[in-house]
């Protein structure tokens, strides 16, 4: 739209510049006009006194009897000096002596050459209204869309600017996820309360802005909000994105929210990046059930060797949740290598245990 704007502008632009350069050419070609037509008048001619015939101001000799023409004292031709004396022509006549025309205003040059086209007042004071009813039209328009724009961003900066302060009063500073808190939480993380989820999610009550790299740190930011819906919609938000993300999650996996820590191993083992692998093993010597065996499925759904290996060292687990969880995760990874693992666990001692292993055992053998 601004290309085609430009052009009308600039269109516009030359046009009256045409119309500036049409009026004085013609204005100039209309006096060189009235100087010819004072130079070449019938008052300015000259009548020869010999023969009456009328020539040119500043002939030297008459066109039509071929005799001089009378000089006045100034050396030019005048009416005023009186005629010589007749005398005969002479048997052998000079030959005549060009008459030299009178120096004028020359039309054939350019740009008098033609006289340039002009509009008439009524039809230029009607296209140079529309040509300004458009400019202003187009203006208002666009001051309007840069201030809403400008707007929206300035809203964007002060909710990020307001996240950021809100996480580095509430969240403990971070190094990599392979590493300690450097300034441990008031409490212990385990025992932090859960915040309870509305049971009706609303829509992405957030706006993103800057590059994908911003876009991630702020979707990172919003997951420790304490409106579940917000934290949801952001980790939806991330796991749409993909792998992209899962560097930046991978270093939020010991985080002391257990909600916070919910989303993000889980949104791990939805985008199933094996960045992330070393860090969710990391995750299976806590003691909270709960992270042992979100880490473990999403330890299933990476699937690669390091992430089987990882999950079978966890089948002699004293908890039968933690237990019943790997066995789930390595029939997910398909691995049939897992199976000789698996087999011990057919006779658990728990109920689940044993169905979950016989049931995983059945479906790698078919994948063998």
């Not at 052998?92 to 002009?118: C, H, I, M, Q, R």
């Not at 964007?156 to 996820?177: C, G, L, N, V």
């Not at 933690?322 to 789930?328: D, E, M, W, Y």
């Not at 897992?338 to 055992?361: G, I, M, N, T, Y």
């Amino acid at each position: 739209m601004n290309t085609i704007f430009y052009i009308f502008v600039v269109t516009g632009v030359l046009f009256y510049l045409y119309l500036l350069f049409a009026y004085l050419v013609d204005k100039k070609r209309d006096v060189l006009i009235l100087d010819l037509e004072k130079n070449f008048s019938r008052s300015n001619f000259k009548k020869c006194p010999h023969c009456g015939v009328l020539n040119l101001p500043y002939a030297k000799m008459c066109e039509f009897c071929k005799r001089k023409m009378p000089v006045d004292e100034a050396g030019e031709p005048g009416e005023e000096t009186p005629p010589p004396p007749l005398e005969p022509p002479p048997e052998e006549s000079p030959p005549p002596e060009t008459s030299t025309p009178p120096k004028g205003p020359d039309l054939k040059k350019f740009p008098y050459s033609v006289a340039w086209p002009l509009l008439n007042p009524a039809a230029l004071i009607s296209v140079t209204g529309i040509y300004l009813a458009v400019i202003l039209i187009y203006g208002f328009f666009a001051g309007v869309y840069a201030l809403g724009k400008k707007g929206v961003e300035q809203i964007d900066e002060i909710s990020i600017q307001a996240a950021k302060q809100r996480a580095s009063r509430q969240t403990p500073a971070y190094e990599t996820y392979g590493q300690k808190l450097l300034q441990p939480p008031t409490r212990t993380p385990d025992r932090l309360p859960v915040r309870t989820p509305t049971p009706m999610p609303s829509p992405t009550p957030f706006s993103l802005a800057g590059t994908r790299e911003e876009q991630i740190t702020q979707l990172v930011l919003h997951l420790e909000n304490e409106d579940w819906n917000v934290s949801r919609q952001a980790r939806k938000k991330l796991v749409e994105i993909g792998k992209p993300a899962a560097k930046e999650l991978a270093k939020e996996v010991d985080h002391p929210d257990p909600m916070v820590r919910t989303h993000v191993i889980s949104a791990l083992g939805e985008i199933g990046d094996p960045v992330a692998a070393d860090a969710l093993i990391g995750l299976l010597e806590r003691d909270d059930p709960v992270t042992v065996i979100l880490a473990a499925t999403a330890l299933g759904r990476i699937g690669t060797k390091t992430c089987v290996r990882a999950l079978e060292g966890i089948l002699d687990h004293p908890d039968w949740r933690i237990r019943r969880a790997a066995v789930l995760s390595l029939a997910e990874s398909g691995d049939s290598v897992s199976v000789k693992a698996l087999l011990p666990l057919v006779e658990d001692d728990h109920e689940k245990v044993r169905e979950a292993a016989s049931k995983a055992v059945e479906k790698l053998k078919e994948k063998e």
